[in-house]
């Protein structure tokens, strides 16, 4: 089970943390990543992390502004979200990998709104 946390309503230039715990059934953590949806719009990668080395990687749009990290004593993922702007607004979905070919488990979702 994923469970995320944190989204909610800032002005553009704001910050949110978004949180993300992975709890009960037991897997092994290849990478965790965040991926948003905007209404009308598929849904689009954003960062991920692995869990093993801690590399990263960022959507264009969100570099420089969103920090991925993790804790791996407690099975959790955040992002630190900087500089916001009203085309951050979406559902934030946190997903687990536990292999290299994708992601397995996906937790329900966050809500980011950004006003102008």
């Known amino acids: 089970q994923l469970q995320a946390s944190g989204g909610g309503l800032v002005q553009a230039g704001g910050s949110l943390r978004l949180s993300c715990a992975a709890s009960?059934?037991?897997?092994?953590?290849?990478?965790m990543g965040w991926f948003r949806q905007a209404p009308g719009k598929e849904r689009e990668f954003v960062a991920t992390?692995?869990?093993?080395?801690?590399?990263?990687a960022y959507a264009d749009s969100v570099k420089g502004r969103f920090t991925i990290s993790r804790d791996n004593a407690k099975n959790t993922v955040d992002l630190q979200m900087n500089t916001l702007k009203p085309e951050d607004t979406a559902v934030y979905y946190c997903?687990?990998?536990?292999?290299?070919?994708?992601?397995?488990?996906w937790g329900q979702g966050t809500q980011v709104t950004v006003s102008s």
């Open positions: 997903a687990v990998g536990t292999t290299t070919r994708g992601f397995d488990y």
């Open positions: 009960g059934r037991t897997f092994s953590i290849y990478v």
């Open positions: 992390i692995t869990w093993s080395g801690g590399s990263t």
